[in-house]
């Protein structure tokens, strides 16, 4: 079957500029992660979604992020404002359970550069 | 509070020799331990987990984990390195209560032939 996808892969952008990312997780799972992976280190929380609604966003750096699942499936996050600081691989995993014990599916990434 | 520790950043290992990634943890609670690989420009991958069963946890391709609460300790260990195992490895822990994935900054595993 089908993984989690994200689109695009790769985006480039100029400081200053909205971006919108987006993911695709697997079918039928309820819970939906973002994380940030900068270069040499591991992925680091973002937000997690339980269906629509945000469970928890403690990890998003500051409100220029802002991330939605208006259907509980399909999830966009969404950068305004963009820095040079936010140039990393966005990553996004889905699951489905919502427990610690549930394994998380990620996506192959989308890497964003701000120039 | 949740965090894990990767000691090693690089390792490197002969083709057919032993290789051990090691990862210590800290958790409040009972944690969920995973290791997930990371293949160039691929996504990653659930190598095995570990939730509290048996502590000697088997995953994909021949490695296993090791769940030891004594040293807070979950290494990741294969009897004999293929090329193919050359990646960046990631030791994750979680409560088994929660749902946010705490990653260690990674080991490269390089396998010379």
């Known amino acids: 079957g089908a993984g989690v996808s994200q689109t695009p892969s790769n985006k480039v952008t100029e400081k200053g500029k909205y971006v919108e990312l987006r993911c695709d997780p697997i079918?039928?799972?309820?819970?939906l992660y973002w994380y940030r992976q900068s270069l040499g280190q591991g992925p680091e929380f973002l937000i997690y979604?339980?269906?629509?609604?945000?469970?928890?966003d403690s990890g998003l750096p500051n409100d220029r992020f802002f991330a939605v699942r208006p259907e509980g499936s399909v999830s966009t996050l969404k950068i305004q404002r963009t820095e040079r600081g936010d140039s990393a691989m966005y990553l996004c995993?889905?699951?489905?359970?919502?427990?610690?014990?549930?394994?998380?599916?990620f996506g192959p990434g989308t890497r964003l550069t701000v120039l | 509070a949740q965090s894990v520790t990767q000691l090693d950043s690089h390792v490197s290992v002969s083709e057919g020799t032993p290789v051990l990634l090691r990862c210590n943890y800290s958790?409040?609670?009972?944690?969920?331990l995973f290791w997930y690989v990371q293949h160039p420009n691929k996504g990653l991958q659930l190598l095995l987990k570990?939730?509290?069963?048996?502590?000697l946890v088997k995953g994909i391709n021949g490695f296993e984990a090791e769940f030891k609460k004594s040293e807070t300790s979950f290494h990741l260990t294969k009897p004999s390195a293929h090329m193919s195992d050359a990646a960046e490895y990631f030791c994750?822990?979680?409560?088994?209560?929660?749902?946010?994935?705490?990653f260690g900054t990674g080991t490269s595993l390089t396998v010379i032939p």
């Open positions: 958790s409040s609670y009972s944690p969920s």
């Open positions: 079918s039928g799972h309820t819970a």
């Open positions: 570990y939730t509290s069963a048996a502590t």
């Open positions: 994750v822990v979680t409560m088994n209560t929660g749902n946010q994935f705490y």
């Open positions: 995993a889905s699951s489905h359970g919502t427990s610690g014990t549930d394994t998380q599916y």
């Open positions: 979604f339980q269906g629509t609604g945000a469970a928890d």
